[in-house]
C-alpha cells in the first residue's frame, strides 16, 4: 500500500492518511486496496476517489462533469486520468505541482462522490441513505 506524504510529492499538505481520512467522512463509502496498492474509495461499489494508482507516482484521481473534465484535463499539474479517461472517461488526476489547492482538491472529490452515487440504482440510492430529497 502506498503509504507517502503528497506534500513532498507536489501537493499543498494532503497526505494518503487525510485523503482516506476525508473520503471515509464521506455518506456510504467503503475502501480497498487494489491496482498494486492504490487507496480506491467507493460509494454503493462503485469508484469515486484513487490515491495513488497507475504512474509510479503519488496522485489523486476523481471523476468529473464533462465541463470539469474540459476546464481541468490541460492545467498545470492535472490530465485525464491515465486509464480511464482513455476509455472516454471523465477522470482528472491531480498528479504533480501546481495542481489542486486541498480545499479545491476535496470539494472536487465531494462532487466524485455525488456524482458517482447519483449513478446508482434509486433503490440503491435509497439503501445508502443518499440523495433522498425531502417530500
Given amino acids: 500500500m502506498l503509504n507517502v506524504d503528497l506534500a513532498v510529492l507536489g501537493f499543498e499538505t494532503l497526505t494518503y492518511e487525510q485523503f482516506n481520512k476525508f473520503c471515509k467522512a464521506l455518506p456510504a463509502t467503503t475502501y480497498v486496496v487494489q491496482w498494486g496498492g492504490a487507496h480506491v ?29 474540459e476546464m481541468l484535463k490541460e492545467e498545470p499539474g492535472l490530465r485525464p486520468a491515465p486509464y480511464l479517461a ?15 489547492k486541498d480545499k479545491d482538491l476535496k470539494a472536487y472529490m465531494r462532487e466524485s462522490h455525488r456524482i458517482v452515487s447519483l449513478g446508482l440504482t434509486k433503490k440503491k440510492q435509497k439503501e445508502l441513505g443518499l440523495n433522498q430529497q425531502a417530500s
Avoid: C, D, H
Avoid at 496522485?59 to 470539469?68: E, H, L
Avoid at 482513455?86 to 489542486?100: A, C, D, F, T, V
Fill in 41 to 69: 474509495w467507493k460509494v454503493g461499489g462503485k469508484v469515486f476517489a484513487i490515491g495513488g494508482w497507475g504512474t509510479g507516482q503519488a496522485a489523486i484521481t476523481f471523476k468529473v462533469s464533462k465541463i470539469s473534465f
Fill in 86 to 100: 482513455s476509455r472516454g472517461m471523465s477522470w482528472i488526476q491531480n498528479y504533480e505541482k501546481p495542481g489542486l
